[in-house]
């Protein structure tokens, strides 16, 4: 969650401890104020988000929901059975610090916006659901704001006034917070919702023609032919369109967009896939094994360098003995024809041998 988010995810959370008045009716173990409690607590809790869901799940207060907790609470003896006893005090304490601690202590670390100076503001929001964006996407969204801002300066004639980014965050989404001249600054704003109201007449067209288009069509651009200076009416023109097309290009948003728009700038507004870091591009690329090396082609080697006298070869008995090489395997044919001999010398051979007993054997009378 960015800091924006986590501010007021705790703060809703500590105004619902307080309408509901668990932490009081914990405290009393009064079995009325218990279950009107509970009940208010239940009802106003359908209004959270994500990050109000967040809060209570990493507070401890979840149990707050169940209805058993709450029966137990409401039990005959409760105040005097230390199994029981125990999980409401650890709660009272949960609902405490949610209700008085941590609000102070948010503000204490992170210094929300209170509206000060808002007109000289400029959020802009970095969509991300899936995958984080590539450094290329975040340098795009400041340059267009830059030159935006720069466009709409020359525009109300205030060619001076510079644009500067004071504050940056990220957790889902990213965010950026620029601060400049407050009437540079809410023409900027009115620009880009301008250009969103167009997006989404043509929301079935996001091509790159459609997108130029709908830059071109945009009212500031009447405002522009005011320039008496004809070569700063054509770079201010030119300004306007390049970063719009930039803005729509890197897929940003801005607060006031979220807060009137019927549909969803993340659909809209998508970059383009290499926008984003996938988890394949992410991970440690993987190391390849060298191939062996080919053999060059006989036809290309090099000549043969000449003869050298070496000295004469050991002689055979000194040699080191040949490994004894594997036999080598018996085919099918082979096999059968092996099989065959045997069996046929096996059955000729007791033939002779039982002609023989019979001949040598003595007539019987």
């Known amino acids: 969650m960015r800091r924006v988010e986590i501010i007021q995810a705790a703060q809703n959370v500590a105004e619902t401890l307080v309408s509901s008045n668990v932490m009081g009716a914990l405290a009393r173990m009064d079995t009325t104020e218990l279950v009107c409690a509970h009940a208010d607590w239940v009802a106003r809790r359908q209004s959270f988000g994500a990050p109000e869901e967040r ?6 207060l979840s149990q ?3 209805p058993g907790f709450c029966a137990k609470t409401l039990s005959d003896g409760a105040n005097e059975d230390p199994q029981l006893l125990g999980p409401i005090s ?7 610090f949610a209700q008085d601690e941590l609000p102070t202590l948010l503000a204490s670390l992170l210094v929300a916006d209170d509206g000060e100076g808002a007109d000289g503001k400029l959020t802009v929001l970095v969509l991300e659901d899936e995958a984080p964006s590539t450094p290329a996407r975040l340098a795009l969204v400041l340059s267009a704001i830059d030159t935006l801002y720069r466009a709409c300066a020359r525009v109300v004639g205030k060619s001076d006034a510079r644009v500067s980014v004071v504050a940056c965050d990220s957790g889902g989404d990213k965010s950026f917070e620029f601060a400049g001249d407050p009437v540079v600054i809410g023409k900027t704003k009115d620009v880009l919702l301008s250009f969103w109201d167009r997006v989404v007449f043509y929301r079935e067209d996001r091509t790159e023609e459609r997108m130029r288009m709908i830059a071109e069509s945009l009212p500031i651009l009447e405002d522009v032919k005011t320039i008496k200076e004809s070569a700063a009416a054509d770079g201010a023109r030119k300004q306007v369109i390049e970063s719009v097309m930039q803005f729509a290009e890197a897929g940003a948003s801005i607060p006031e967009i979220q807060d009137v728009a019927a549909y969803d700038p993340r659909q809209l507004m998508r970059p383009k896939p290499e926008m984003f870091v996938t988890a394949s591009e992410g991970s440690a690329p993987v190391a390849t094994v060298p191939a062996e090396p080919v053999a060059a082609p006989a036809a290309e080697t ?4 000449p003869a050298v006298e070496t000295a004469p070869a050991a ?5 080191a003995p040949a490994k004894e090489s594997e036999p080598a395997p018996i085919n099918g044919d082979e096999l059968r ?9 096996v059955l000729h051979g007791a033939e002779a041998k039982g002609d023989a007993k019979d001949e040598n054997a003595k007539p019987v009378e």
């Open 64 to 66: 707050l929901d169940d």
């Open 315 to 319: 002689p055979a008995a000194e040699a």
């Open 55 to 60: 809060v209570v799940g990493v507070l401890g």
């Open 337 to 345: 024809r092996i099989v065959a001999a045997k069996v046929d010398k």
């Open 90 to 96: 650890e709660m009272h304490r949960h609902a405490r």
């Open 302 to 305: 090099a000549p043969a360098a």
